[in-house]
């Protein structure tokens, strides 16, 4: 019910935007969630959206990536910026409910030297 997009190749210091569009209607969302998970490595949290718009990201994006949201659209972003070697992963869109969770299948990421 998740589809997300946009990843590709880019090489360090670009940009790309990666969106997670939503087929039908999800009730009671919490959380609006990007992950990732690098080769070898567990998944980890990047960054989060509420549903009352408070913003949190991981460390390691912290003023280079920005989430965002277009409730109409039913669609989340994730705009990442001066992106670094170590972005390399494949990234998850998860949406947390008062009902469970939905994740996206995930779209890769490779940043290139």
């Known amino acids: 019910q998740l589809q997300a997009s946009g990843g590709g190749l880019v090489q360090a210091g670009g940009s790309l935007r990666l969106s997670c569009a939503a087929s039908?209607?999800?009730?009671?969302?919490?959380?609006r969630r990007w992950y990732r998970q690098a080769p070898g490595k567990e998944r980890e949290w990047v960054a989060a959206?509420?549903?009352?718009?408070?913003?949190n990201y991981a460390d390691s994006v912290k003023g280079r990536f920005t989430i965002s949201r277009d409730i109409a659209k039913k669609t989340m972003y994730l705009q990442m910026n001066s992106l670094e070697l170590e972005d390399t992963a494949v990234y998850y869109c998860?949406?947390?409910?008062?009902?469970?969770?939905?994740w996206g299948k995930g779209t890769l990421v490779t940043v290139s030297s």
């Open positions: 959206i509420m549903t009352s718009g408070l913003i």
């Open positions: 039908g209607s999800i009730n009671g969302i919490k959380v």
């Open positions: 998860n949406i947390n409910t008062l009902y469970g969770d939905y």
